[in-house]
């Protein structure tokens, strides 16, 4: 009984409504997108500085905040073009995380270079408060409402007629998917064709040999910091737009772990199929076997597939054959 | 000048492998155990033994726990705080079925409830290593926390969903529940803390000790050296978890009075793993002090402004917190990435060698 609801049941439900799977497969592929932007921002900095950047998913949520934050200043200081507003505060905000970028590779990493992972780590959960208190102390602690429409971001509802039924999807998901897709493609083009994105996978490759070739550590640093704060505000515009800004977005942070591990630390294209992976599994896990354990299983179901994938590939399923010397 | 070990000679092994070789340091302990043990609870008012000492006793004790795991083993958990709700919701479950026995041994054997989950959660341990393993003990803490959530026999179906304690008493004195004084509930704590305390010194200093830091330097040499990886990892796995079961036993029945799921979350175990780091990972002595440090500070900075005159609304004094507790860690990790047990060392050299520089 128990082993027909597990293996059997699931799959009848999906042939009998196969539009109410389409749903849930779409919701899940937009779930890992947003799952693999926030670990494309992990992998960006672990794979330079070797860093294991814990603050990633509250840098999302500090970006979000500080864009809306910043447009509402803006607002209230009579720039009445909602527009202009809404672009300029953008464009404030992409300097803001420059600057946190350069303020965290000045004040943290340099002075902590050559120290063990776990301290770096451990620092990086320093920072991580450090922005929580900051955040809430400039911005208040209350949920902000992104500023999707005066982004030009899509809204409403596109229904698809398919398989004899009705599949909506949400256009600013859409956007969603392309605006990953276009950021994505950037990056790979901006690390494989460009003399920055060289001397990045140089740094990657190994901190001393790039030293002794003349690269600049510090200003890999900053970039690299500066681009995964990139990919944070969008990932934070995004799923703002999908809910609210507040700090309980810090959880998506946590969320995103399993998809990192699962595609591997080092691995870009990893992080998207991780993402996707692991988005799909957790959605229709919880629709169609949820059930049978009680809700509430998306907390922790991600981890368990990861927990699977990594028994057989402890490196992650694209990560770098982990290589001991002794 | 007091700190000098002149004059103290070692005239044979056992007084050379001790543990405090200097006359000192072991006066030192006594007045330490001395004054925990009766000046404390003489002099202490509610305020401090409640507030401060009983807590700061029972995070110092899942320290230990994590820094067996993370400092001695080089394991990172990231699972601390399930660890911890294990023992508190098993000595919950037990102290319900079996009230006839003291709940100071259900309290212990809470402890190997949590030994026995720590366990099968460490079993990946063998294949999975660094931060990869830490995400997975992510599962074990996500895992586990849903559990107490959703499987209402833990909790006995209650319908408030939290665990509450009655009252249990020792030689006839109330020592859990709201009848209790915090003088008798710090001396319990106090007294599990050192006995476990005493017991982990042992432990580390001897041969399971020695395995666990041979496999944390590099665990292939140590296979090569005859260690068995998968036993030796599983048993720091079993005694972390054991001490960080008893630890969240103790909070529940000697501090709170009453829990539910949300104490044992994901923060929780971040906040212990930032006592381990700042105290100094591989030290017993740093898991006192990263603990006190820890939970101290956002006591202090709650209640000393106030007192000097300032006025700060709640709200911010919170936050301010947040940035200050961040920007110390920072801070301390920069100047000292070895924690405060590395200070304390520095500290005592400094001072055996005085006035002369070295």
Same mark, same amino acid.
């Given at each position: 009984m ?13 042939g009998?409504a ?13 779930? +890992? ?7 494309? +921002? ?6 330079a500085?070797g ?27 009579? @720039? ?13 905000? %992409?300097g803001?995380?420059? !600057?946190?970028?350069? +303020?965290?590779e000045?004040?943290?990493l ?40 005066? !982004? ?7 229904d698809?007629k %398919? ?5 909506s999807?949400?256009?600013i ?8 897709? @276009?950021?994505v ?44 704060g990139?990919v ?9 737009a ?44 919880d ?5 049978? !354990? ?10 368990? @597939? ?8 402890p ?7 982990? @290589?001991?010397?002794? | ?7 103290q ?37 509610d ?8 807590p ?17 083993t ?24 079996f ?5 100071? /041994? ?6 190997f ?5 720590g366990v ?73 803390? /050192?006995?476990?305390?005493w ?42 978890s ?27 175990s ?38 000097v005159?300032?006025?700060?609304f ?25 924690g ?11 001072l ?7």
């Amino acid at each position: 009984m128990l082993l027909y609801k597990i293996f059997i049941d699931p799959f009848v439900q999906m042939g009998a409504a196969p539009d109410l799977f389409v749903q849930t497969l779409w919701e899940g592929l937009v779930a +890992g997108v947003l799952y693999a932007l926030i670990a494309l +921002g992990f992998v960006l900095i672990f794979k330079a500085s070797g860093v294991f950047n814990f603050a990633q998913g509250i840098m999302v949520v500090f970006g979000a905040l500080t864009l809306v934050g910043i447009y509402e200043i803006l607002v209230r200081w009579g @720039i009445s073009q909602e527009n202009v507003a809404a672009f300029l505060a953008l464009g404030l905000t %992409i300097g803001v995380m420059f !600057l946190l970028a350069f +303020g965290v590779e000045r004040i943290i990493l340099k002075p902590l270079v050559n120290q063990p992972d776990i301290i770096l780590f451990m620092a990086t959960f320093g920072l991580t408060y450090f922005l929580i208190g900051f955040g809430e102390y400039v911005f208040g602690g209350s949920s902000k409402v992104m500023i999707a429409d005066q !982004l030009y971001l899509p809204k409403g509802f596109i229904d698809l007629k %398919i398989l004899g039924g009705v599949v909506s999807l949400q256009k600013i998901d859409i956007a969603a998917a392309v605006i990953a897709s @276009i950021m994505v493609t950037g990056l790979a083009l901006f690390f494989s064709k460009t003399r920055i994105g060289r001397a990045l996978r140089a740094v990657a490759d190994s901190h001393k040999a790039a030293l002794s070739v003349g690269i600049s550590l510090d200003q890999i640093w900053v970039i690299v910091w500066f681009a995964s704060g990139l990919v944070a505000l969008v990932t934070g515009i995004m799923w703002g737009a999908r809910s609210e800004v507040s700090f309980a977005l810090e959880v998506i942070a946590l969320r995103a772990l399993p998809v990192l591990i699962l595609g591997g630390f080092t691995s870009i294209p990893g992080a998207i199929v991780g993402g996707l992976i692991i988005g799909i599994g957790e959605k229709l896990g919880d629709f169609y076997w949820g059930a049978l !354990l009680g809700r509430g299983i998306e907390s922790w179901l991600a981890y368990f @597939i990861a927990l699977v994938f990594l028994l057989f590939r402890p490196q992650g399923l694209f990560g770098e054959k982990i @290589i001991e010397r002794v | 000048m007091l700190y000098r070990e002149a004059g103290q000679f070692k005239t044979n092994y056992a007084s050379d492998l001790a543990i405090f070789p200097i006359l000192q340091d072991r006066i030192g302990i006594v007045v330490i155990l001395l004054v925990a043990f009766v000046a404390v609870p003489y002099f202490g008012n509610d305020f401090l033994l409640q507030a401060i000492m009983i807590p700061f006793l029972i995070f110092s004790l899942a320290t230990i726990g994590l820094n067996l795991l993370t400092g001695y083993t080089g394991l990172l958990s990231l699972g601390t705080g399930a660890f911890m709700g294990v023992g508190a919701y098993a000595c919950y479950k037990l102290e319900t079925l079996f009230p006839g026995v003291n709940v100071i /041994v259900w309290i212990v054997a809470a402890g190997f409830a949590s030994a026995a989950v720590g366990v099968l959660f460490g079993l990946p341990s063998l294949r999975i290593k660094g931060f990869y393993l830490a995400i997975a003990t992510l599962a074990a803490q996500f895992f586990l926390q849903w559990c107490f959530v959703r499987v209402p026999w833990l909790f006995n179906y209650n319908t408030s969903g939290a665990i509450e304690v009655g009252t249990h008493t020792l030689f006839g004195i109330p020592i859990t529940g709201p009848n209790a004084t915090s003088t008798t509930r710090y001396l319990i704590t106090l007294s599990i803390v /050192v006995v476990m305390t005493w017991f982990a010194s042992n432990l580390v200093h001897g041969r399971i000790g020695r395995m666990w830091m041979a496999v944390r330097d590099m665990d292939i040499a140590a296979e090569l050296m005859g260690i068995r990886l998968l036993p030796t990892k599983l048993l720091a796995f079993a005694v972390s978890s054991f001490y960080c079961g008893v630890a969240g036993a103790m909070l529940v029945f000697l501090w709170y009075g009453g829990a539910e799921a949300d104490v044992f979350s994901i923060n929780q175990s971040f906040f212990i793993l930032f006592m381990v780091i700042v105290g100094g990972l591989g030290s017993l002595l740093g898991s006192f002090l990263g603990a006190a440090f820890i939970f101290i500070l956002p006591i202090f900075l709650r209640y000393v402004p106030p007192h000097v005159g300032m006025t700060i609304f709640p709200a911010t004094v919170e936050h301010i917190t947040f940035m200050i507790t961040g920007g110390l860690i920072i801070f301390f990790l920069i100047v000292e990435p070895h924690g405060l047990a590395r200070l304390w060392q520095t500290a005592k050299q400094k001072l055996r060698v005085w006035p002369f520089p070295y």
